[in-house]
């Protein structure tokens, strides 16, 4: 079964081509700059197909970009499916499902009204998402589509953890609670690592650390979520590279009232101004910031430092929240990838039975164990690939599974 798996923006369009029973990755691409001037890029993962990078495509509506990556999948030359009748569903990425989805769904109309009606849980990306499905079913009338919410993961936490400390009208009248995002890939990792364990997801305590430009850690307790850094939205939880995480709120008042800014201007700062970024005053790129500490730059390194502590202190927090922790799981751009932010992680973590293997977390990009073989707490790498679980949750859907 071929699953095409779609990740709209408003100007752009992420997709990929994948067989969820295999893992196999046929084709995957990128339409930017829709609405504007069009720019198509398509890689095909079969030797001998011709790669199209950023190419000129007339873009007017994603309908169009559909079309565009429909027609490099099937091309006679290049394309990686015979027909059409190959792709056998379109999963669809949809950050937002509130408390109305728990899972993944068939896509009908009334899914659409519900999606419709968070909106405002997510202003800037359930838009662009309901976009991208309408354009799929009118360009593939009649093809299976399911939506996969990065919300859905989480639904499983109790009130205790979801619930904040406010009126309770704003929870019942305004749907205000912690929701969590990240959910495909902490959900992918976790099945993951009960895989590496050797037992089943139902068996095992994982405290799954997502660590990149935006960060967020779960603990997923018999392979449920049952809490996670990350809110109401994503601006909570970690300091990540430009969102600042969790903080003081009467440090907005203080803030803004010092300096004339309007909530819309004091959240941008908090958006996209703060994280590592702003404490380091270099990057919000964590490789830059080990460059910059290794040179002697000592907010680089305080960047590199808190970050670190962050996660560390999640991880106590989970491992005391659920009794106990099998496994503690790095992965994403910058758990993969980055030995010292994992090495710090680590580092004062051996009370609770976790000790790393400097030799074994010398690896980038890649499943491995990294912890020492007398570690009682497994560290686990595991690359995460959310447009794989994207498509195996299709999958699982349109078969009935």
Excluded: W
């Excluded at 079913?137 to 299976?144: D, F, I, N, R, T």
Aim: proline letters at 4%.
């Amino acid at each position: 079964m071929n699953i095409l798996v779609i990740n709209a923006g408003s100007s752009s369009l992420k997709y990929q081509l994948l067989n969820p029973e295999t893992g196999s990755l046929l084709a995957k691409g990128l339409c930017e700059r829709i609405g504007i001037d069009g720019k198509f890029t398509y890689k095909p993962q079969v030797e001998g197909k011709a790669a199209l990078d950023a190419v000129d495509v007339a873009m007017p509506t994603h309908s169009e970009a559909i079309q565009a990556v429909l027609d490099a999948l099937v091309d006679g030359k290049n394309g990686v499916v015979g027909s059409m009748k190959e792709i056998e569903a379109v999963g669809h990425r949809v950050v937002h499902g509130g408390e109305a989805f728990n899972k993944s769904v068939l896509i009908t109309d009334e899914v659409l009204k519900a999606i419709e009606d968070c909106i405002p849980l997510a202003p800037l990306h359930n838009p662009a998402n309901l976009t991208g499905i309408r354009a799929c079913q009118k360009v593939m009338p009649g093809v299976p589509m399911v939506a996969v919410f990065d919300t859905a993961f989480h639904q499983t936490m109790p009130p205790k953890a979801y619930m904040y400390a406010l009126p309770y009208a704003y929870y019942e009248e305004d749907k205000v609670r912690r929701y969590g995002f990240h959910g495909t890939s902490h959900k992918y990792v976790a099945g993951r690592a009960a895989a590496m364990l050797g037992k089943a997801p139902e068996e095992v305590k994982l405290i799954s650390c997502h660590l990149g430009n935006g960060s967020s850690i779960a603990a997923v307790d018999g392979g449920k979520s049952v809490d996670t850094s990350m809110g109401f939205t994503p601006l909570a939880g970690l300091p990540m590279g430009t969102r600042s995480g969790d903080l003081d709120a009467g440090i907005l008042q203080y803030v803004m009232n010092k300096h004339g800014l309007s909530i819309d201007e004091m959240l941008n700062v908090l958006n996209k101004k703060s994280g590592v970024e702003g404490l380091s005053c270099v990057s919000s790129d964590f490789r830059d910031l080990e460059n910059a500490a290794a040179q002697g730059d000592k907010k680089a390194a305080l960047a590199q430092e808190k970050f670190a502590y962050e996660v560390k202190k999640y991880v106590g927090a989970y491992a005391a929240a659920m009794g106990g922790v099998d496994a503690v799981i790095f992965t994403a751009g910058v758990g993969e990838n980055d030995k010292a932010i994992r090495r710090m992680v680590c580092q004062g973590l051996e009370y609770m039975g976790v000790e790393l293997d400097e030799a074994a977390n010398d690896v980038r990009g890649k499943e491995a164990v990294i912890s020492a073989a007398a570690s009682r707490v497994k560290v686990l790498l595991i690359p995460t690939n959310e447009e794989l679980m994207i498509a195996m949750e299709t999958a699982s859907i349109v078969s009935g599974k």
